[in-house]
């Protein structure tokens, strides 16, 4: 018996250098990746981790393949905490959750069980663009109509920025969106309105412009604001949430928020990948950024391509971690949670 565990023992040992001398090309041929997407299929994230999940594997290593794994809960919540405490970190996991889940971290540290800036940030698509709009039957027709009468907006759970958004517009800028919470996602939400069951919504303009481009050209719908830092191109004459605020302290509460669009459309992974991997998903992710076919899928659903390297988004969710804890109380006043 001692001699057979000796002999294990050894195996072990010997065996050890040869896998941590395994390089990222062979760690990554044909091999297949999980894609953890934190929301349910058909909604806008679905959106834009579809093309990742066509293109991406090609660039990290001949035969790598990439699965769409949905995970949908408390606004990416779930699969941001699975992500962070139960995924593989050897590089075979990767995820997509809230540009918000940073700062939700922040807000709500007793639900996170994670902390945002120990991610592997691998890269950003593009900002966000979210927007609020109306049917067109709603008995409002601007962002100032939306502050003196109430109009009902269709959302999905507590977490989601399409809930947090229009909940902080409430409560920042006084709008009167009644938020009526429950459906699985922007496409069931916009069903809803069509069907009259509300009358209007908050999600990204690209999912609008994907799904319902004819609503768009026919005035069915109006835009009554966007999130973000500067207006979207298709939408010069609709103000921004921050161009809305009234007073400096409206201003810093409503940026602290909108850090969410600097992340934007991004790709991240567990904590603790080897660093070699992580550079190799990061520069994969950069090449996809300037493949053709990736650009071509991207002009099929209206996304931008405004990319931004990992190395770059860590910044950001640095930033967001180091974030007053005055400033942090004043956020969590408004945020809906």
């Known amino acids: 018996m001692k001699r057979r565990l000796l002999a294990l023992a050894v195996a072990v040992i010997l065996a050890a250098p040869t896998a941590q001398a395994q390089s990222p090309s062979e760690f990554y041929k044909s091999r297949a990746l999980d894609l953890i997407v934190g929301f349910p299929p058909g909604g806008g994230y679905d959106l834009f981790a579809r093309p990742v999940s066509r293109h991406l594997g090609r660039h990290v290593a001949p035969g790598t393949t990439v699965t769409i794994r949905y995970m949908p809960g408390a606004g990416s919540m779930l699969a941001s905490n699975h992500l962070f405490t139960v995924a593989a970190k050897d590089g075979s996991v990767i995820g997509i959750v809230s540009p918000t889940m940073p700062l939700d971290a922040r807000l709500n540290p007793s639900a996170a069980r994670f902390k945002a800036s120990k991610f592997s940030w691998i890269g950003r698509i593009s900002p966000g663009h979210n927007v609020a709009f109306v049917w067109h039957t709603a008995p409002v027709r601007t962002f100032a109509e ?34 009526i919470l429950g459906y699985k996602g922007s496409a069931d939400a916009m069903l809803a309105m069509e069907r009259g069951e509300v009358q ?19 005035g069915k719908v109006r835009f009554l604001l966007q999130y973000g830092t500067t207006r979207h191109p298709a939408m010069p004459d609709v ?28 790709v ?23 493949d053709p076919e990736f650009s071509a899928d991207l002009k099929q659903i209206s996304m931008e ?5 990992g190395e770059a988004l860590g910044r950001v969710v640095d930033e967001i971690d180091r974030m007053p804890p005055d400033l942090i109380t004043k956020v969590k006043a408004i945020y809906g949670n």
């Open 146 to 179: 939306a502050q003196s009468t109430e109009v009902t907006f269709a959302g999905t759970g507590v977490g989601s920025n399409i809930v947090v958004y229009p909940t902080v517009t409430n409560n920042v800028l006084g709008t009167r969106f009644k938020m």
């Open 200 to 218: 209007g919504h908050s999600t990204s303009y690209e999912i609008v412009k994907t799904a319902h481009a004819s609503w768009i050209e026919t």
């Open 239 to 266: 103000p921004t949430v921050i161009e809305l605020a009234r007073n400096d302290e409206e201003k810093s509460i409503l940026s602290a928020v909108m850090t969410a669009v600097e992340i934007g459309r991004a």
């Open 268 to 290: 991240l992974a567990p904590p603790g990948v080897p660093g070699d991997r992580l550079d190799t998903l990061r520069r994969a992710f950069d090449r996809m950024m300037t």
């Open 305 to 309: 391509l405004m990319p931004a390297t």
